[in-house]
């Protein structure tokens, strides 16, 4: 059994900074990317920012300089930080684990997303 947890939404006032967790537990065998989305115009949702096992990350334009991604393998958690929120960062942000798991020894694909964590910025 394989899990994700997410944590760290609220209400934030514009300017502010909040900090999301993501962590997988359960029957891991490795895990190559993690990364936070939320929902955008005309897609289900859009990249906000990913990491690879190696510590490559990627951002998407307009939170460039503002956010923060980081990980800790050994714990196989994730991090967002986010600083300069503006009312426009307000969504639900879901956590994805892309990597394999193990069931019954042998190796499954994993991707895995989470339920959401509500981030708004609003005075």
Request: glycine content about 14%; hydrophobic content about 30%.
């Amino acid at each position: 059994q394989v899990r994700l947890v997410e944590s760290g939404g609220g209400l934030v006032q514009p300017g502010g900074s909040l900090r999301l967790s993501c962590g997988v537990s359960g029957s891991i065998s490795s895990i190559n990317a993690m990364g936070w989305y939320r929902p955008a115009p005309g897609k289900e949702r859009e990249l906000v920012a990913a990491i690879t096992s190696d510590g490559t990350t990627n951002y998407a334009d307009s939170v460039k300089g503002r956010f923060t991604i980081s990980r800790d393998n050994g714990k196989n958690t994730v991090y967002l930080q986010m600083t300069s929120l503006k009312p426009e960062d307000t969504a639900v942000y879901y956590c994805n684990a892309v990597g394999a798991q193990i069931q019954r020894g042998l190796n499954y694909p994993l991707n895995l997303w989470g339920q959401g964590t509500q981030v708004t910025v609003s005075s």
